[in-house]
């Protein structure tokens, strides 16, 4: 449904209400209806607000040309720009994106339950199952993540984890008009820290937990930190979920100027929801957690131990809310994992592939732990293992050094982003060095996927991570099509046939794990 148009009365109104400094008019406005902020010159629609953001690279200013020339009815500027028609200046254009891109979107986040999910690993993962148990609870829920946006049947494409300010308002309205009465979002430590998420106040906050990442945005730990913190003011939500298993967790809850529940994983005492047990298998999950209302048998399809701590966060989530705990437990049953968080692939014969987004170390020793956990008597863990070009280097060592624990390790490309990849692998290989793992290095990333799976016997596990659910890679040029997992079929679909050996861990169909969890929640 096409939203009606804003008078320029009531966009300089908001953007004084926001602004840190003086607000000016320029050019005739008298009559003048906006439709919709825009922040991308390719992007504009007729009647819309082009916002001139300066960034890193190039500043938005240089485009206002183009975007009236292709229909920009005003501009949103921080300092005057020669083009003849009306300009909303202000002391920051960015800071306004939020409140802006809000209004002009009808102020959609007004309207919805909100929940914010946020940590440095399990954020996507947390924000499903929490849009899991909405839906079991009856209400039209939608998600906002990594992996893009939908609601009901519907999906959308999204080019950051949490996209900008009046592309996510724009979502929130579009999932509203296909009946939404709630949504979460996955809100990104960056997404915090440049305003991303401004103009949305959530009822339940999600800490997932904290580890170095993204330093070379913040800067410092700290700031990191700082970052994620913002979302678990008064300002932005009535109260909090935090996993208190470390440090840093424990330091949010305590310094939180909102009722927060404390959640661990690992039967922490002075924690207000408490894991007491797990098992987890290629066949799914369950643990036992204990509340203020008792103990509860939880089971899930998501693999790994990992996800437990995604789950009791996800479970003291659905009880903020208020949802009785045998629909939050349904609702955890029924939800099927995320595309890349550890989906499984199994073939007739050969290996049982694990692909995986992990890329941190703690990430991806976690997922270490599960490919371990999965391989059949005397099977072998090979790890597929790569990093990001121009990005993180700070973390390279570290992947290698949690690489050590599988058996052989196929160090490859996983997109070079214009970095040599022969030196992104030698800074994993110092990682390695000390350790026992057999390294081999195969920088076409499909040739190395195939030739672990090639060498991997029905007993071993192939742990492919760093990619997930992406389906483009980008070396020197464009982005090129690529999915680590149609590779891995590939790879599969291409042994000979062989009667599987004895003692293997089987893969369950993903439909048939569902039911049967939903059947044991029942």
Same mark, same amino acid.
């Given at each position: 449904?096409?939203?009606?148009?804003?008078?320029?009365?009531?966009?300089?109104?908001?953007?004084?209400?926001?602004?840190?400094?003086?607000?000016?008019?320029?050019?005739?406005?008298d009559?003048?209806?906006?439709?919709?902020?825009?922040?991308?010159?390719?992007?504009?629609?007729?009647?819309?607000?082009?916002?001139?953001?300066?960034?890193g690279?190039?500043?938005?200013?240089?485009?206002?040309?183009?975007?009236?020339?292709?229909?920009?009815?005003?501009?949103l500027?921080?300092?005057?720009?020669?083009?003849d028609?009306?300009?909303?200046?202000?002391?920051?254009?960015?800071?306004?994106?939020?409140?802006?891109?809000?209004?002009?979107?009808?102020d959609p986040?007004?309207?919805?339950?909100?929940?914010?999910?946020?940590g440095?690993?399990?954020?996507?993962?947390?924000?499903?199952?929490?849009r899991?148990?909405?839906?079991?609870?009856?209400?039209?829920?939608?998600?906002?993540?990594t992996? /893009?946006?939908?609601?009901?049947?519907?999906?959308?494409?999204?080019?950051?984890?949490?996209?900008e300010?009046?592309?996510?308002?724009g979502?929130l309205?579009?999932?509203?008009?296909?009946?939404?009465?709630?949504?979460?979002?996955?809100?990104?430590?960056?997404?915090?820290?440049? /305003?991303?998420?401004?103009?949305?106040?959530?009822?339940?906050?999600v800490?997932?937990?904290?580890e170095?990442?993204?330093?070379?945005?913040?800067? #410092?730990?700290?700031?990191?930190?700082?970052?994620?913190?913002?979302?678990?003011?008064p300002?932005?939500?009535?109260?909090?979920?935090?996993?208190?298993?470390?440090?840093?967790?424990?330091?949010?809850?305590?310094?939180a100027?909102v009722?927060?529940?404390?959640?661990?994983?690992?039967?922490?005492?002075?924690?207000?929801?408490?894991?007491?047990?797990?098992?987890?298998?290629a066949?799914g999950?369950?643990?036992?957690?204990?509340d203020?209302?008792?103990?509860?048998?939880?089971?899930?399809?998501?693999?790994g131990?990992?996800h437990?701590?995604?789950l009791?966060?996800?479970?003291?989530?659905?009880?903020?809310? /208020?949802?009785?705990?045998?629909?939050?437990?349904?609702?955890?049953?029924?939800t099927?994992?995320?595309?890349?968080?550890?989906?499984?692939?199994r073939?007739d014969t050969?290996?049982?592939?694990?692909?995986?987004?992990?890329?941190?170390?703690?990430?991806?020793a976690?997922?270490?732990?599960?490919?371990?956990?999965?391989?059949?008597?005397?099977?072998?863990?090979?790890?597929?293992?790569?990093?990001?070009?121009?990005?993180?280097?700070?973390? +390279?060592?570290?992947?290698?050094?949690?690489? +050590?624990?599988?058996?052989?390790?196929?160090?490859?490309?996983?997109?070079?982003?214009?970095?040599?990849?022969?030196?992104?692998?030698e800074?994993? +290989?110092?990682?390695?060095?000390?350790? #026992?793992?057999?390294?081999?290095?195969?920088?076409?990333?499909?040739?190395?996927?195939?030739?672990?799976?090639?060498?991997?016997?029905?007993?071993?596990?192939?742990?492919?991570?760093?990619?997930?659910?992406?389906?483009?890679?980008?070396?020197?040029?464009?982005?090129?099509?690529?999915?680590?997992?149609?590779v891995? +079929?590939e790879?599969? /679909?291409?042994?000979?046939?062989?009667?599987?050996e004895?003692?293997?861990?089987?893969?369950?169909?993903?439909?048939?794990?569902?039911e049967?969890?939903?059947?044991?929640?029942?």
């Amino acid at each position: 449904m096409p939203l009606p148009g804003i008078p320029w009365s009531a966009v300089e109104r908001r953007a004084r209400d926001v602004a840190t400094g003086p607000v000016a008019t320029s050019g005739p406005v008298d009559g003048l209806v906006l439709h919709g902020l825009v922040t991308d010159s390719r992007a504009v629609t007729p009647g819309c607000l082009f916002a001139c953001v300066r960034g890193g690279r190039s500043d938005g200013h240089r485009f206002a040309a183009g975007a009236v020339a292709a229909g920009a009815a005003a501009l949103l500027v921080d300092r005057p720009v020669d083009v003849d028609v009306p300009q909303l200046l202000v002391p920051s254009v960015r800071a306004q994106l939020g409140p802006l891109g809000a209004l002009l979107a009808g102020d959609p986040a007004e309207r919805l339950r909100l929940v914010g999910v946020t940590g440095s690993n399990g954020k996507t993962t947390t924000s499903t199952l929490v849009r899991g148990v909405l839906q079991a609870a009856g209400e039209c829920a939608g998600v906002v993540t990594t992996l /893009g946006a939908r609601v009901g049947d519907q999906q959308r494409g999204t080019r950051l984890t949490t996209p900008e300010a009046p592309e996510l308002h724009g979502l929130l309205a579009w999932m509203l008009d296909a009946g939404a009465t709630s949504a979460v979002l996955e809100a990104s430590s960056i997404a915090l820290d440049v /305003g991303r998420v401004d103009g949305v106040h959530v009822a339940v906050a999600v800490f997932t937990g904290f580890e170095e990442d993204h330093l070379d945005h913040h800067g #410092t730990l700290e700031q990191y930190w700082a970052s994620k913190a913002r979302l678990f003011s008064p300002e932005r939500t009535d109260s909090a979920v935090v996993v208190v298993d470390e440090p840093w967790g424990r330091r949010l809850a305590d310094q939180a100027r909102v009722p927060v529940t404390r959640v661990s994983a690992t039967d922490d005492p002075d924690a207000d929801v408490r894991v007491l047990s797990w098992s987890t298998g290629a066949g799914g999950t369950s643990l036992v957690v204990e509340d203020g209302d008792g103990r509860h048998w939880l089971s899930s399809p998501l693999v790994g131990r990992v996800h437990v701590g995604n789950l009791a966060a996800a479970w003291a989530t659905g009880r903020s809310l /208020g949802i009785p705990a045998p629909t939050v437990a349904a609702g955890l049953a029924t939800t099927a994992p995320p595309a890349g968080r550890n989906t499984l692939l199994r073939g007739d014969t050969g290996p049982l592939v694990v692909v995986d987004y992990a890329h941190t170390p703690r990430a991806l020793a976690a997922a270490l732990q599960t490919a371990r956990e999965l391989t059949g008597d005397g099977g072998r863990v090979h790890l597929v293992l790569g990093a990001r070009g121009r990005r993180d280097r700070y973390k +390279r060592q570290g992947l290698g050094v949690s690489a +050590r624990a599988a058996d052989v390790v196929w160090l490859t490309n996983e997109g070079s982003h214009g970095e040599r990849p022969e030196a992104i692998v030698e800074e994993l +290989r110092v990682g390695l060095l000390g350790g #026992t793992a057999e390294v081999r290095t195969v920088l076409d990333r499909r040739t190395a996927i195939t030739a672990a799976v090639q060498a991997g016997s029905d007993a071993d596990v192939v742990l492919v991570v760093g990619r997930g659910h992406e389906t483009t890679m980008t070396d020197d040029g464009p982005p090129v099509a690529f999915d680590d997992a149609d590779v891995a +079929r590939e790879a599969l /679909g291409s042994l000979p046939a062989r009667d599987r050996e004895p003692n293997v861990v089987a893969a369950l169909d993903e439909e048939a794990v569902v039911e049967l969890l939903a059947d044991r929640a029942s």
